[in-house]
């Protein structure tokens, strides 16, 4: 029988909320951290991963767009959705002093500064979906909604 993966924060946090999880993890290929290879490993269709990315609008804000795995990002609907007149991605060096978390292990829950939370509409098309843990090679599969409570994120239409 395999060990249980550790708890992270963002375990521990809906452990603290009482919300149900399941833990899956996975091995990790450092040169293939997206969300479409994580979703081949634990065993979901690729628009249930949601990859949370860390963005900065025009006024020096940081936030986080959670999106579907296959998806890309449309800055421009996201700068709306945060009334800003744009956003851009945050440079992959602010990503780890600013959540907390190296890339391929970010997450909305448990980040170093809870900056807003914007997921995508799509989100809610899922019974279930599966976010970053908060580290490499192991993901959290846990209802929409809860995730959306947990995260305070605002639906909003975040893809190309």
Do not use: W
Not at 6 to 20: E, F
Not at 122 to 140: K, N, P
């Amino acid at each position: 029988m395999k060990n249980a993966p550790a708890k992270t924060n963002a375990a521990r946090l809906l452990d603290s909320l009482g919300i149900s999880y399941e833990l899956r993890d996975y091995e990790v290929d450092p040169n293939d951290l997206t969300a479409i290879s994580v979703a081949r490993k634990i065993g979901l269709p690729p628009e249930q991963v949601f990859k949370t990315l860390l963005a900065q609008t025009n006024l020096g804000d940081h936030l986080f767009a959670v999106i579907p795995g296959d998806a890309e990002l449309d800055l421009k609907k996201l700068a709306h959705a945060a009334n800003a007149k744009k956003a851009e991605l945050a440079s992959l060096k602010e990503v780890e002093p600013l959540t907390g978390y190296i890339r391929g292990g970010v997450t909305v829950m448990g980040a170093r500064k809870p900056f807003p939370a914007y997921a995508d509409e799509t989100i809610e098309l899922h019974d279930v979906i599966s976010i970053s843990a908060g580290q490499r090679g192991l993901q959290i599969l846990l209802a929409p909604a809860d995730y959306l409570r947990t995260a305070s994120a605002t639906l909003a239409d975040l893809t190309k």
